[in-house]
């Protein structure tokens, strides 16, 4: 009877509980599809473990088991002991009247799943821990607590009532209660129900700080705070004494630069912006596909200060990775963002979403330097993650820029200083199917000057903006700085230990090793759409048109490519077929479409090539070894497989360094002898160790594959052309003349990248040829090293392009 009471109140009260959940709560789940992300088996019994007692909470969990098709909580699980509650609350929630039994319970209904699982094999148990929260605003410092935190289920219900809208709700990893009872001994279930209870309250107290983040400072008591550093302190002496001016005067120049750089976050900011960008990401995009962000999910719950670097290709970047992070249960970092963003209203905003400004040059300026390192520190110290955009700069021409390594070398010395929490550094690659600066890049690379940001460009962008498409961001894997320095400098905590100082020598090199690690990474986690592979096949081709039927058929084969030999697991390619690829890219309006008799035709106007050179140049490094083995295979009608690996190994340091391509030397073999197959498994050659051969009915196929390389190999040709003339030539000269070389070449022969004669592109060519050895005159070596290169290059490029390139020099 008392049995019968109790589940009939139950009944009641959830049905009362119900209604103003669903009127007022609108919860999103973290990941967004947890069935997809944590492989849940909706078939199987799921036993959801919350982390406190509340109707609440699982009213809420119940409303997203509906929308997932998920077991309803309130069903309960039959086993051999009977009936068994379908969910569990790990602890009492806060209150005076909550039951003080509550863990004891939770301990009890796990005795009896485990005991269940002993009796009968072929029960399987999910257990699923979910936690609901319902706001994710940190404590700030000095503020005291609300007394309603007493009344338990009261603050709960007016949480609800008003904040509702912003309630979060977070799925982890199930974890098999057969497994772990299979697993245990008879007499040990007991102590294993209490280990259960006590690893899930810490799964989740960790959890909620890697949701809502570190106690918020008050900024002016940071600062003041900072102004008292050892460091600072000694840096304004010395800013007093070599500028000969007051203690007083070079203490407010430090102020006034802390007050430049420092953060102001807040979380109103923070959910305003949030709503806004959701609006956004609503209306003017198609929407944002987010790939493996569960792993940095696992770092910031087990407790690794997180350092993301994406790569930057528009002032989006800002918003978007923090946007995500966000909706992804993350604390948005601390971002590094260059000074010329500090203008009003864009500055103040900035600033109150975590932004901290950085003058693009402060070599020499000692008390600058002391300052944003402190502060830098700081943060870190305080727990904040951070993300800075190691290129320096947004991107102009759709690849990746030779990275800068002053944040780097900062975050090193603050691991140096002993900081306890491990350091992790995490590549983020960010795509689009339209950056928002496209058209501003092409002119700047043309020679225009760089417009200064202010509100009236911006409110204009704004208002321009239509059929944005997708946007992408993938998370690299995550690179462990203690595991690097352990890897690369060994003895690094005692070399910090015998020299006292936190820049010792191996300091810029190793930087700069890790600086090339993270490129390679974001390269290895590109996201490949429909806009990039569009493009890239329309400007391989000669007029930069092609039927709509070559179209479709050149991406289906690309797809087929990167799927069949993947460039890297955490690619991402899109699951579409080529034709819904193309209908996607087509609705965005970048293609000229006319229709003859014969169907559709899909080419760019010369203006729109120049701007689609960004979107291929995303992908380029997936599909520069294909594109130049193809280009071997069309020039020597008839190879072997050693002869084609010794070219492709020969030309690869020069692409490794330009692409940052992340293959060592077996690693590249088993590439290529991948590729090779997938091009015989779809007709492009007949493939043999002994002979390799074009199968002519694919011969405007495997063309149109190889042009996606001419660029740079031609690139190449002009700069080993004056290197075998004129060995003795300097850096500064054999970049200047490759440059005007490849200017003109453009002009002569239509070339429309405008990345084709980019002084930074060259720049990194001619690094590279001075790091193996091309640049060395002295030695004979080097000449037969030119020559061998150019043998090799000059039959790969058109006899009209080489008859150009020796004209001009």
């Known amino acids: 009877m008392l049995q019968w009471i109790t589940s009939w109140w139950n009944k009641l009260s959830f049905a009362f509980i119900r209604l103003p959940v669903e009127f007022f709560v609108q919860s999103k789940s973290i990941p967004t599809d947890p069935i997809k992300e944590l492989n849940i088996n909706r078939l199987a019994p799921i036993l959801y473990v919350l982390p406190y007692n509340s109707k609440i909470d699982l009213m809420v969990v119940q409303t997203l088991s509906k929308k997932y098709q998920l077991p309803d909580p309130l069903d309960g699980i039959k086993t051999d002991n009977g009936l068994l509650p379908a969910y569990l609350y790990i602890d009492k929630g806060p209150g005076i009247f909550v039951s003080k039994q509550q863990k004891n319970k939770s301990i009890e209904i796990l005795h009896q799943y485990i005991t269940a699982h ?220 260059g000074i010329n963003l500090n ?23 000692k008390l600058y330097t002391a300052v944003f390192r402190e502060y830098l520190a700081e943060l870190f110290i305080r727990g904040y993650s951070v993300e800075y955009f190691i290129e320096g700069g947004r991107s102009r021409t759709g690849r990746l820029l030779d990275p800068k390594t002053g944040m780097l070398m900062m975050t090193i010395q603050t691991l140096l200083r002993g900081d306890p929490r491990p350091i992790t550094i995490v590549p983020v690659y960010i795509g689009y199917e339209h950056v928002l600066e496209v058209a501003t890049y092409a002119n700047e690379l043309r020679g225009a000057a760089k417009k200064k940001e202010n509100l009236w460009q911006t409110v204009k962008a704004f208002f321009k903006l239509k059929k944005l498409g997708l946007g992408y961001v993938n998370f690299g894997q995550p690179i462990l700085l203690n595991q690097f320095l352990n890897q690369h400098v060994p003895d690094w905590r005692n070399a910090i230990e015998k020299t006292g100082t936190v820049r010792p020598q191996w300091l810029t090199p190793t930087s700069n090793l890790l600086a090339k690690n993270i490129m390679e990474s974001i390269n290895s986690s590109a996201a490949v759409n429909a806009m990039n592979l569009c493009s890239t096949f329309l400007l391989a081709s000669q007029q930069n048109a092609l039927t709509k039927k070559q179209l479709i058929e050149h991406i289906h084969y690309a797809v087929i490519l990167l799927k069949t030999v993947p460039y890297s697991d955490l690619v991402t390619i899109p699951e579409q077929n080529a034709e819904q690829l193309f209908e996607h890219a087509k609705q965005m309006g970048k293609f000229i479409i006319t229709t003859d008799e014969a169907g559709e035709i899909v080419s760019l106007t010369q203006e729109q090539a120049v701007l689609m050179t960004y979107y291929r140049n995303n992908i380029q490094h997936l599909l520069i070894i294909p594109a130049i083995i193809a280009r071997i295979i069309l020039k020597h009608n008839r190879i072997s497989l050693d002869e084609l690996t010794k070219q492709i190994e020969l030309i690869y340091p020069l692409i490794k360094a330009e692409l940052f391509i992340n293959y060592n030397e077996q690693e590249l073999l088993n590439y290529i002898e991948k590729l090779l197959q997938c091009f015989a498994d779809i007709n492009f050659i007949s493939y043999s160790s002994e002979r390799i051969t074009i199968n002519y009915l694919k011969l405007t196929s495997l063309q149109l594959l190889a042009s996606i390389s001419k660029d740079t190999l031609q690139r190449y040709v002009i700069t080993f052309s004056l290197l075998q003339k004129d060995p003795s030539i300097s850096r500064a000269n054999l970049e200047k003349e490759s440059r005007l070389i490849a200017e003109r070449l453009s002009v002569l022969h239509g070339i429309n990248a405008p990345e084709f004669f980019d002084k930074g592109v060259f720049s990194t060519l001619v690094s590279t040829l001075r790091d193996l050895g091309y640049l060395d005159d002295t030695k004979i070596e080097s000449f037969e090293k030119i020559k061998l290169m150019n043998d090799t290059l000059k039959p790969l490029i058109t006899n009209q392009v080489m008859q150009t390139i020796e004209e001009i020099y």
Not at 149 to 168: A, I, N, P, S, W
Not at 343 to 365: D, E, K, M, Q, T
Request: aromatic share 10%; proline share 4%.
């Open 118 to 337: 002993k009796q009968d094999s072929q029960l399987d148990v999910q257990m699923l821990p979910v936690s609901v929260m319902f706001s994710r605003a940190p404590d700030k410092e000095g503020k005291k607590k609300l007394s309603l935190q007493v009344l338990g289920g009261t603050r709960k219900f007016f949480k609800m009532l008003f904040t509702g809208r912003d309630c979060y709700t977070r799925f982890s990893h199930t974890v098999s209660l057969k497994n772990i009872a299979l697993s245990t001994e008879t007499e040990q279930v007991s102590e294993l129900a209490h280990k259960l209870s006590r690893v899930a309250r810490i799964h989740f107290a960790k959890q909620r700080t890697a949701s809502v983040g570190p106690t918020l400072p008050i900024r002016q008591q940071m600062l003041k705070k900072l102004l008292n550093n050892q460091e600072i302190s000694e840096a304004i002496k010395e800013e007093a004494k070599s500028k000969n001016i007051s203690l007083e005067k070079a203490k407010k120049n430090a102020l006034f630069m802390l007050n430049e750089i420092a953060a102001n976050f807040t979380y109103r900011a923070l959910k305003i912006t949030d709503y806004i960008l959701t609006w956004a990401w609503n209306r003017l995009y198609q929407g944002l596909k987010v790939t493996n962000a569960d792993p940095i999910r696992e770092l910031a719950q087990n407790g690794h200060e997180i350092v993301y670097a994406p790569c930057h290709r528009s002032h989006m970047d800002y918003l978007l990775l923090s946007y995500v992070l966000y909706r992804q249960g993350l604390v948005p970092p601390h971002i590094a963002a």
């Open 343 to 365: 203008f009003w209203p864009a500055g103040p905003i900035f600033r109150r979403l975590g932004a901290f400004f950085i003058r693009r040059s402060f070599r020499g300026n």
